[in-house]
C-alpha cells in the first residue's frame, strides 16, 4: 500500500521527444508536488497544486506541463526534452493544515530521466 | 543562490558515536527547518522539525538544535546505528514551499 507513487520508475528517451510521468497519492492529502533533482543532487520545487489548484510554479520551461485531474493524482508532461532535462523528478504530497504549522511532505521514490 | 547550505558533502562516523550534520540559511523568513533522510532509489523520508522560535526538538536519537542568530541548524544523531547511513537534507520552509540542501552522505561504520 505504496502511499506516493510515481510511473516510470526509470525513463530513458531521446532528444525532442514528449514524456510524462504520473503520481498518484492515497494518503488523502489535498496537496501535491513535483520536485527535480539534478546533477549536483539539489532538489528544487518545479510546481504545486492544491485542491487541484496550481498554487506554486517555479521559473520552470513551459515545454514542462502538469496536470491534476483530481486530488490524488498530479502527473508532470515534459515536450520537446532536452539533454538538461536528465535528472531525477519526485512527486510529493502534504495535507494542509492550520496556519503555523508544519505540513509535512510524502515523496514517492522518484523517476530518474535520461535524455539521450 | 542558495539558500539552504550544506557544506560538508559526507561524513563518516563509528557506530555508537555521535553523528552531527551542520545546515546554513541566509532567508530569516523561514518558518520551519527540518531534516529528511533519504536511501538509494528511494523519496527522501521526514525526520525531524524544528519551528523558528524554538531552540531545540528532541525525538529519540535525533536532536535538531536551531541558532537563530547564526542562521544554523544541526542535527544530532546518537548512538549512530549503521542503519543511519544515508543521505540527510537540510531543508526550510515558508508556507509550502520547501528549500532543499544539497545532503550530506552518513556513513556508519560497524
Known amino acids: 500500500d505504496t502511499a506516493v507513487s510515481q510511473t516510470p520508475k526509470y525513463l530513458v528517451t531521446q532528444m525532442g521527444n514528449d514524456k510524462s510521468i504520473k503520481c498518484e497519492q492515497n494518503?488523502?492529502?489535498?496537496?501535491m508536488y513535483w520536485y527535480k533533482q539534478d546533477s549536483k543532487k539539489f532538489l528544487k520545487i518545479m510546481f504545486s497544486y492544491n485542491n487541484k489548484e496550481l498554487i506554486i510554479n517555479e521559473t520552470v520551461p513551459n515545454r514542462f506541463s502538469p496536470k491534476s485531474p483530481d486530488k490524488a493524482h498530479l502527473n508532470l508532461h515534459i515536450n520537446s526534452l532536452e539533454l538538461g532535462d536528465s535528472a531525477v523528478y519526485f512527486c510529493?504530497?502534504?495535507?494542509?493544515?492550520?496556519?503555523?504549522?508544519?505540513?509535512?511532505?510524502?515523496f514517492g521514490p522518484g523517476t530518474r530521466l535520461t535524455v539521450l | 543562490d542558495q539558500q539552504v547550505k550544506q557544506n560538508s558533502p559526507s561524513l563518516s562516523v563509528q557506530e555508537g558515536r555521535i553523528s552531527i550534520l551542520n545546515c546554513d540559511y541566509t532567508?530569516?523568513?523561514?518558518?520551519?527547518f527540518l531534516w529528511y533522510k533519504k536511501y538509494p532509489a528511494e523519496g527522501p523520508t521526514f525526520l525531524i522539525s524544528i519551528s523558528s522560535i524554538k531552540d531545540k526538538n528532541e525525538d529519540g536519537r535525533f536532536t535538531v538544535f536551531l541558532n537563530k542568530s547564526a542562521k544554523h541548524l544541526s542535527l544530532h544523531i546518537v548512538p549512530s546505528q549503521p542503519g543511519d547511513s544515508a543521505v540527510y537534507f537540510c531543508?526550510?520552509?515558508?508556507?509550502?514551499?520547501?528549500?532543499f540542501g544539497a545532503g550530506t552522505i552518513l556513513r556508519v561504520k560497524s
Open positions: 510529493a504530497s502534504s495535507q494542509t493544515l492550520a496556519a503555523g504549522s508544519y505540513n509535512e511532505q510524502f
Open positions: 494518503l488523502g492529502h489535498d496537496t
Open positions: 531543508a526550510a520552509t515558508r508556507g509550502n514551499k520547501l528549500v
Open positions: 532567508n530569516s523568513m523561514f518558518d520551519y
